[in-house]
């Protein structure tokens, strides 16, 4: 690896590297994917994987050291980050089960819990599910219609399926594996409802038979994530012991007395849910890590394949040498880029927060955990749909051969797919991003649909809006920079105040939109038919948050060459985001036609300066070439050396290709 692709790779590695480094030297067979496997030989090989991962320590840092962990946050998400460059059903299962499941009882449960489940999820010896979804609910969780009902005669809670729309369903573990589940439940003492809390009910025994009054079905095949044995759940009067509620938000006395240290049922519902923020940061992370996999096969083959000659020339074009395959993967590539060190970012204020979060009794400020899930949600928009878009287009620049089972990027498509739903739907999310930057709105309003929220809503963002766009330092002081209206688009300041603008310009528009509605007669509609103004405040808000990731991240590399081109790197981010949105600058006065011009002509020239690049750029995401898993990405390559007469094992390198590249491309510079 040359001493730039290493300097790239360090900013892109961040505060966890040494966790990446470890998970770098995985064994292949220890989580690569088997695309030959039926769907249940599949689920048997993940079952026996998550045991090798157990065996690597795999799942340690995510709890506590009185229960064999070593509570490291950011160390536990970036490891399942580097799990995403395997078989994604593997990373799912474990997701579900360490994640979701382990991070519930760590959570929402209290020493207790902690004491008596704690070690054996740690080892995987109780498979978990996390039941919260139902058939009739998925976004909106504070509808769910399970009950768990306490008697106080037997001092236990009963948990219940009411009606057919109340059945668990799509949930992880449930269909072969689970033996206990975390169950999401209206909580109900005397008579009173309590909200949505969550009960430990066991599900099968040791035999794995569904225990009595406990129906287990099966959601069939999938789009992808074969390996993961989704099911649905139905409790025909299940009882479970008192002590199974995880107490930590809401507790039964023998009595039946409820008590929360969280008065108003909103916040303690939102409180309980941003305890399992985890999860959403884990999937922003894991989808990047799939779509660098795709990254890197697809730019391997654009600099390996050659189709059509020029008028005169003997020699193939190289496929990265058309502008239009530049323009499919490289602005993807630099997105990549911005997303890792967004993430990064996210990964250490998630460990700020849940460090705290996870000491008995531990108290974390309530702005920063604000901040820290509408970042996540933010991140985990923004990471799943640039995947799904991004795999896509590497299937396709591919050709055929992307086609392919043996090329890696049929199944990467197919099983991230479903990370735009799951943990959050992307839309149902970015609303909450929108509402979130509004002050004081969760606490008095759990719904998006109620005409109280709307008038709420209208009211507060109305009041609110300019001074919740106060800005961060940096994009302040990168405005504060800008040399006005011509300044060069290449300048961070220059690209940093169009995205402010942009922001600021949509928000007090929704903000002007939404004053009337307060005012209504039906201010559901009217909040309505601002929806879509709603999300794209959210979406212009994260590509500001993005950026100023991108710019504190080159502002932390060292080496001059790799600050270099990661500078242009963001500029072609930056600019790629401005061209695909410059109806809305043009119209909106921001941007003169001629320099509108000058966005896309600058656009080409930074595609020109960076195809040279290209190879280095993958080469820096640090994946071991035995993880691509595409004879695309590695077998040509090595089938040349070898013809050369050069060792196959070096293959891998940038080495020899680089050059070759860089050579060839000269004559595309500007
Ligand atoms: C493979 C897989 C694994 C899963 N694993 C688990 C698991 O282990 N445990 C678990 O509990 N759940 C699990 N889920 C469920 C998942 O979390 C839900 O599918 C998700 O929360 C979305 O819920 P839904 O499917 O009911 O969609 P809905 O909420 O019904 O959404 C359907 C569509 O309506 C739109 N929509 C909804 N509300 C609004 C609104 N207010 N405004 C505008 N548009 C709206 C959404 O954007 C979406 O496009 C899994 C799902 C899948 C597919």
């Given at each position: 690896m040359s001493d730039l692709t290493s300097a790239l790779q360090q900013v892109l590695d961040g505060r966890w590297a040494h966790i990446k480094a470890q998970s770098r030297t995985l064994a292949a067979d220890t989580f690569m994917p088997d695309p030959d496997l039926d769907q249940e030989a599949h689920r048997r090989r993940v079952f026996e994987q998550m045991h090798a991962l157990v065996a690597a320590g795999?799942?340690?840092?995510?709890?506590r050291p009185e229960y064999g962990g070593t509570n490291d946050v950011g160390a536990s998400v970036t490891a399942f980050e580097m799990l995403a460059h395997g078989d994604l059903s593997l990373l799912v299962k474990a997701g579900v089960h360490w994640g979701l499941f382990g991070g519930a009882v760590a959570n929402l449960g209290t020493e207790v819990h902690h004491r008596s489940y704690l070690p054996s999820i740690i080892n995987f010896s109780l498979p978990g599910c996390f039941a919260m979804t139902e058939t009739g609910h998925g976004s909106d969780v504070a509808a769910l219609a399970t009950t768990a009902t306490f008697d106080a005669e037997t001092d236990e809670l009963v948990v219940d399926t009411p009606h057919p729309g109340a059945r668990k369903d799509y949930i992880g573990g449930a269909a072969r594996d689970g033996r206990l589940a975390v169950v999401f439940a209206q909580l109900v003492t005397g008579g009173q409802r309590h909200g949505v809390h969550a009960v430990l009910v066991p599900l099968r025994d040791e035999e794995g038979k569904a225990l009595p009054g406990i129906t287990i079905g099966e959601c069939g095949r999938k789009a992808g994530l074969a390996g993961v044995d989704n099911g649905r759940l139905s409790f025909d009067q299940v009882r479970v012991p008192r002590e199974n509620l995880l107490n930590r938000y809401g507790d039964i006395a023998p009595d039946g007395t409820y008590s929360s240290p969280i008065e108003n049922e909103t916040r303690r519902f939102f409180t309980m849910l941003g305890s399992l923020v985890r999860g959403r940061v884990s999937v922003a992370g894991a989808a990047g890590a799939a779509t660098r996999t795709a990254l890197t096969i697809a730019v391997r083959y654009g600099l390996d394949r050659r189709q059509f000659t020029t008028p005169g020339e003997a020699a193939e074009v190289t496929l990265m040498d058309y502008r239009t395959h530049q323009r499919r993967l490289l602005p993807a590539l630099a997105t990549s880029y911005a997303l890792q060190l967004a993430q990064n970012d996210l990964v250490e204020q998630l460990h700020e927060v849940q460090t705290v979060l996870s000491e008995p009794g531990g108290v974390v400020d309530e702005g920063a955990q604000r901040l820290l899930e509408s970042r996540a949600a933010s991140i985990k928009v923004l990471a799943t749909s640039h995947a799904t878009r991004t795999i896509q287009e590497c299937r396709e620049a591919c050709g055929g051969a992307g086609y392919l089972s043996e090329n890696r990027l049929p199944q990467l498509k197919a099983d991230t797919d479903v990370f735009t739903t799951f943990e959050g739907d992307n839309t149902v999310l970015l609303q909450l991003v929108a509402k979130g930057l509004l002050t004081g709105y969760r606490d008095s309003f759990g719904a998006l649909d109620t005409v109280a929220t709307v008038r709420f809503v209208a009211r507060q963002l109305a009041a609110t809006v300019v001074e919740r766009t106060a800005l961060r330092t940096l994009s302040q002081r990168l405005v504060d920079a800008a040399p006005g209206?011509?300044?060069?688009?290449?300048s961070r300041p220059v690209q940093m105040q169009l995205f402010v603008d942009r922001e600021r310009h949509v928000l007090e528009g929704l903000a002007r939109r939404l004053r009337p509605v307060a005012r209504s007669a039906d201010p559901f509609e009217g909040f309505n038919n601002t929806q879509d103004h709603l999300l794209r405040a959210a979406r212009v808000h994260v590509d500001r948050v993005v950026l100023e990731s991108f710019e504190a991240g080159i502002d932390r590399c060292e080496d001059e060459d790799a600050r270099a081109l990661l500078s242009k790197v963001a500029d072609l981010h930056a600019l790629s985001i401005v061209e695909a949105d410059l109806a809305w600058f043009l119209a909106h006065g921001r941007l003169s036609p001629a320099r509108a011009k000058a966005v896309i002509a600058t656009v080409n020239a930074l595609l020109a300066e960076l195809r040279p690049h290209a190879r280095s750029l993958v080469d820096?995401?640090?994946?071991?070439?035995?993880?691509?898993?595409?004879s695309i990405a590695t077998g040509i390559e090595a089938e040349r050396q070898a013809a050369a007469g050069t060792d196959g094992s070096d293959a891998t390198t940038a080495g020899t290709d680089a050059s070759a590249v860089e050579e060839s491309s000269a004559a595309l510079a500007p």
């Open positions: 795999h799942a340690r840092a995510a709890f209206k011509d300044g060069d688009l290449r820096a995401f640090g994946i071991p070439p035995a993880w691509l898993g595409a």
